[in-house]
């Protein structure tokens, strides 16, 4: 036990054992003790709000362990997920993928960025969006003042399509039931769909980026934001204040979950 710890129950003990001692005083008939009405009610008040700081402690370091709990499951399920995936030959691109990429983050993550699908760098690394995209999502998360530590990052493919084409209809099909047990299992409350592919494919839709972006749309229990993808950004800057628009809205959230 800490110090202060120690300290608090003492202090609750003795507190507990005067009161205690001056109510058997009352009951065996004593009428004059000598302390004021104030005095009476500043203990009871000292009694009960140490119970209050204790009942809150205790609370607390439940709620801290039961979190500690829930964030190892998601990690162990996300690697069993991973694992699950790593062999995956559903579709041609495992004959030409160097690594599969299966996403990376914070399993507790209250924020998920899905984009499209590995690129050259990410097919490399065996990572979600290392290159040059990557650096400018990293840029845009600590716009919004958090760390990519502190976000998961993934993809609608987890392989490379050869010369980093449009994936077909079939890859996504092939690859969704994995996503969709990622994104179960780390249940965000909000989701940041990167791109046509991922805003098309999540909301199953083909209307155009302006007309999805700059509003949440319902994603199971999730708020999911459309935005440009940031490669999209590197080819026409125009783009940014759109983006820059999208994460704020994505913040103010982030901010009430
Ligand atoms: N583009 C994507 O959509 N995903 C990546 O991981 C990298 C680039």
Known sequence: MKHDDRASAELLEVLELTREFFEREKTRGLQNISMSHETWTALETAVEKAHVAAQQKHTTQKDAARKDIVSKDVA???R???????????????QTRTNLVFGQGNPNAKLVFVGEAP???????GLAF??????LLTKIIEAIKLKREEVYICNILKCRPPGNRTPTTEEIA?????????LEAINPPIICALGNVAAHTLLNTTAPMNRLRGRFHKFGQALLMPTYHPAALLRNPDYKKFVWED????QKEYEKV
Do not use: R
């Open 76 to 78: 162990l399920l996300l």
């Open 80 to 94: 069993d997920i991973s694992a699950l995936t790593s062999g995956c030959e559903k579709c041609h691109l495992a």
């Open 119 to 125: 690129g050259a760098d990410e097919d490399e690394q």
């Open 130 to 135: 290392v290159g040059k995209a990557g650096q």
């Open 174 to 182: 092939c690859c969704m039931p994995y996503l969709m047990k990622q």
């Open 247 to 250: 994460v704020q809205m994505i």
